[in-house]
């Protein structure tokens, strides 16, 4: 199985909003321990998006664009008598936040020559909208589990 962090345990809410959702995704954004940057870019981004979406709060601009983004079921690999079917399967909640993160970072890694503040700000705003790389990910995960309903009796 994948390593077993504390972090669950031990997660500190960030600094300006009091979120532990926003203080995970800080966590997941950062790179080689460098905590300052991460979290100057998630506010940068999350500044950004104030300034265009003025009607509510950008940290729940964040919030509802993460909750777009989580996949309610998606398909897994399950070997029966020498055949692999793809079984559709629910997702539980920790791996749909983290399945969610993984989509709009890698979404906005992949897309390139801007700061990456920016382009985080309109990667959340395209999800917050139901639009964008990540929410398309989304889309075709849950299309996938669609497609493969047949198998879902190979469910366990």
């Not at 919030?63 to 996949?71: L, R, W, Y």
């Not at 079917?85 to 890698?106: C, D, E, H, I, T």
Request: include cysteine.
């Amino acid at each position: 199985m994948g390593k077993i962090t504390a972090s669950r345990t031990s997660l500190r809410p960030d600094p300006r909003f009091n979120s532990l959702l926003a203080s995970k995704f800080i966590n997941c954004l950062m790179y080689d321990g460098k905590k300052t940057t991460a979290q100057a870019v998630f506010y940068s981004a999350l500044d950004e998006i104030a300034e265009k979406i003025k009607d509510r709060p950008s940290i729940e601009v964040f919030e509802q664009a993460i909750e777009n983004v989580k996949p309610y079921i998606e398909v897994r690999s399950k070997r029966v008598g020498g055949a692999s079917y793809q079984v559709p399967m629910q997702v539980n909640k920790n791996r749909q936040q983290s399945l969610a993160f993984r989509w709009v970072l890698g979404a906005v890694r992949d897309k390139k020559g801007r700061a990456t503040h920016v382009k985080l700000a309109e990667e959340l705003m395209a999800a917050y909208r139901k639009e964008g790389t990540a929410i398309t990910k989304r889309e075709n995960t849950h299309r996938m589990a669609d497609a493969n309903k047949a198998f879902a009796h190979f469910a366990w």
